[in-house]
């Protein structure tokens, strides 16, 4: 079956721009979740869905990043004014009912801000 | 504040069984180990996870000590695929989020 879908696999953005990237979850998942990985570094938490609602959004690492998920679905992660310390790889997991023992993870987008 | 302790690296010959360590002398008794790792560009994949008894799936083995203060996880037969970073993570099940550290980066070598 189909995994957790991430798009694009790989994004360059000038400084100032806004982006968005889009998971879609394994299909019947309920709970949804985006890390960011900088170079080199482990994963770092960034926001975690369950259903449409967002009870943690405590990894956001300010207010010009922001994440919906509709339908309970899709999600989509947007970074405004994007700067150059937001260039990493966004991975995107999912769970079916929002235990993390198992997630199951996307391949990731690259974003690379000039 | 990690709760778990790996080597940065090691490394492994092709054939052989890897035993990759993980201490976690401060975990709690509803808390469970849980191993993944990541392929170099890819996400990171679930291997294995246990609370108190040993546990085998198809990928892996894991061994946890009585006092649960550490564990290993056993790749039985590694091949140059199995080339990727190890996290060991502890976590409660109803925990909806995984803290994962900087593991351990495995070579498998021919």
């Known amino acids: 079956g189909a995994g957790v879908s991430q798009s694009p696999s790989n994004k360059v953005t000038e400084k100032g721009k806004d982006v968005e990237l889009r998971c879609d979850p394994i299909?019947?998942?309920?709970?949804l979740y985006w890390y960011r990985q900088s170079l080199g570094q482990g994963l770092e938490f960034l926001i975690y869905f369950q259903g449409n609602s967002a009870p943690d959004k405590s990894g956001l690492p300010s207010d010009r990043f922001s994440a919906e998920r509709t339908g309970g679905s899709v999600s989509t992660l947007t970074i405004q004014r994007t700067q150059q310390e937001d260039s990493a790889v966004y991975l995107c997991?999912?769970?079916?009912?929002?235990?993390?023992?198992?997630?199951?993870f996307g391949e990731g987008s690259r974003l690379t801000v000039l | 504040d990690a709760k778990t302790t790996q080597p940065t690296s090691m490394d492994c010959a092709e054939g052989r069984a890897a035993n990759l360590p993980c201490n976690h002398s401060?975990?709690?008794?509803?808390?469970?180990v849980y191993w993944y790792r990541q392929i170099h560009s890819q996400g990171p994949q679930y291997i294995i996870h246990g609370l108190k008894n040993n546990e085998t799936n198809e990928m892996a083995s894991l061994i946890i000590t009585e006092d649960r203060k550490s564990s290993t996880l056993i790749l039985p037969h590694a091949t140059l695929r199995d080339t990727a970073v190890y996290y060991c993570i502890v976590s409660l099940t109803n925990d909806y989020k995984l803290s994962f550290g900087a593991g351990t980066t495995v070579t498998v070598r021919a």
């Open positions: 299909s019947g998942h309920t709970a």
């Open positions: 997991a999912s769970t079916p009912q929002g235990l993390a023992g198992e997630l199951f």
């Open positions: 401060t975990i709690s008794g509803n808390e469970y």
